[in-house]
């Protein structure tokens, strides 16, 4: 649960949680240890955020759709 306790917060985790694991974790061999998993991990986030376009974005990547905010 988020610190506001706001569900709608916690949907929006869970979400790109689900992503993660279906696009990638579960068609992936186990790491071979924490650091490994860590190394994987971040390269999937930076992924998401910065390559992967969002149908909901109007097909821009999360990092594109905030630099279009901070520009307004």
Known sequence: ????YKPTDNAIAE????????EWIY?????????GAMHI????IYFYNNK???MSNMM???A?????????
């Open 27 to 35: 068609r992936m061999k186990r790491p071979k240890n924490m650091d």
């Open 1 to 4: 649960m988020t610190q506001d």
């Open 60 to 62: 821009k990547t999360p």
């Open 52 to 54: 992967r376009p969002h």
């Open 41 to 44: 991990l971040k390269d999937i």
């Open 64 to 72: 594109e759709k905030r630099r279009n905010y901070v520009g307004c």
């Open 15 to 22: 979400r790109v949680n689900g992503i993660i694991k279906q």
